[in-house]
């Protein structure tokens, strides 16, 4: 299945699926913000700590689904597969974009 996602998302989930934390973090603002499960991780060095912490020990990687807009953000559905209790967990992202990049992408199972 073929999704119509912007390249800053599209970027995200294809370093996701290598695993490539540079390659995540690329299409991300210097000031971003990432909120997963409602903790937020402020700047590119907190979200690189999420990813070295929380995504790439346990090879979490989000497979989006489906794809929508609402209220002016992206809308980003699938499984995240990994070696962490509980695999496949079904998430939504929510990623708010400007100027060509990620400003906030929020997680929530």
Same mark, same amino acid.
């Given at each position: /299945?073929?999704?119509?996602?912007? +390249?800053?998302?599209?970027?995200?989930? $294809?370093?996701?699926? #290598?695993?490539?934390?540079?390659? /995540?973090? *690329?299409?991300?603002?210097? &000031? $971003?913000? %990432?909120? &997963?499960?409602?903790?937020?991780?402020? =700047? +590119?060095? $907190?979200?690189? +700590?999420?990813?070295? *912490?929380?995504?790439?020990?346990? !090879?979490?990687? %989000?497979?989006?689904?489906?794809? #929508?807009?609402? =209220?002016? &953000?992206?809308?980003?559905? =699938?499984?995240?597969?990994?070696?962490?209790?509980?695999?496949?967990?079904? %998430?939504?992202?929510?990623?708010?974009? $400007?100027?060509?990049?990620? !400003?906030?992408?929020?997680?929530?199972?």
């Amino acid at each position: /299945m073929s999704l119509n996602l912007p +390249q800053p998302i599209a970027d995200y989930i $294809a370093a996701n699926a #290598r695993l490539d934390i540079e390659g /995540m973090l *690329k299409p991300f603002l210097p &000031d $971003a913000v %990432f909120i &997963d499960n409602g903790k937020p991780f402020e =700047g +590119q060095a $907190a979200i690189r +700590q999420l990813f070295e *912490k929380e995504v790439i020990p346990v !090879k979490a990687i %989000f497979t989006p689904e489906t794809v #929508r807009e609402e =209220g002016g &953000d992206v809308v980003v559905e =699938g499984p995240a597969h990994g070696t962490f209790p509980g695999s496949p967990i079904r %998430f939504t992202y929510r990623f708010t974009l $400007a100027n060509g990049a990620i !400003k906030t992408l929020e997680t929530t199972v």
